[in-house]
């Protein structure tokens, strides 16, 4: 079956630095790609849809100065968290559109700490 | 947009007991309907979907089938095992639109 990575799995860092996280489409090749975070106890909220070649388009309320996507590849985007603060502490997961099955595949989620 | 209401956990069954947990959606056309569960500390897995009216998909002894007439497609296994101890997300999905998904509800299965 179709597999999606992520790295890394978990990061800790301080606040103000900058943290890229990786999505990789593994055995197949994903012109979209959706990127979502979780907190604690509660649903995915979808941040953003990553088209590969072109800008991503981010859902209402999410910050694109602050959260970077890049989709270079048909199978690597990435997301960056800009000068993070611990209210962005959260799980971050990617999930690629496998377009032969028109279904959509999710990593393993980053859990990310800002302290 | 697409929307998802699912029954409010936690759900807490004994093993071997029956299990549903109800999902209703509002969606553009015709979707194709997802399960995915979430075991502690992992990303989602695809459990079962359903592309069709009256469709029903199955997996590890759950079952969903898809209701167009009631908008549902409510989650079903016979007999719970302690494994089966996760969060569950019904999520229906339009064309190339992302995943939707609701609150998800939280089992919990003692042995």
């Known amino acids: 079956g179709a597999v999606v990575s992520q790295h890394p799995s978990w990061v800790i860092c301080k606040s103000g630095t900058s943290v890229k996280i990786e999505c990789r489409s593994l055995?197949?090749?994903?012109?979209?790609m959706f990127w979502y975070r979780q907190f604690p106890k509660q649903s995915l909220m979808l941040m953003a849809t990553?088209?590969?070649?072109?800008?991503?388009?981010?859902e209402q309320g999410v910050e694109k100065d602050k959260f970077l996507i890049n989709h270079a590849s048909l199978t690597l985007s990435t997301l960056t968290v800009t000068s993070a603060h611990p209210e962005d502490s959260s799980f971050y997961i990617c999930?690629?559109?496998?377009?032969?099955?028109?279904?959509?595949?999710f990593g393993p989620g980053t859990r990310l700490t800002v302290l | 947009g697409n929307s998802v209401t699912q029954m409010e956990g936690p759900v807490t069954l004994s093993e071997e007991a029956f299990l549903t947990i109800n999902c209703t959606y509002t969606?553009?056309?015709?979707?194709?309907l997802f399960w995915y569960v979430q075991y502690p500390g992992e990303g989602l897995q695809l459990l079962l979907k359903?592309?069709?009216?009256?469709d029903k998909g199955s997996n590890k002894g759950f079952e969903a089938t898809y209701r167009k007439e009631t908008t549902s497609f409510h989650l079903e296994k016979g007999s719970v095992q302690v494994s089966d101890s996760a969060v569950y997300f019904c999520?229906?999905?339009?064309?190339?639109?992302?995943?939707?998904f609701g609150k998800g509800t939280r089992l919990s299965v003692i042995a």
């Open positions: 999930s690629s559109l496998a377009a032969a099955h028109n279904e959509q595949f």
């Open positions: 999520a229906p999905r339009s064309g190339n639109t992302p995943l939707v």
């Open positions: 359903a592309t069709k009216a009256d």
């Open positions: 990553s088209n590969e070649g072109s800008k991503a388009t981010y």
């Open positions: 055995d197949f090749q994903a012109t979209t």
């Open positions: 969606a553009t056309g015709y979707p194709s």
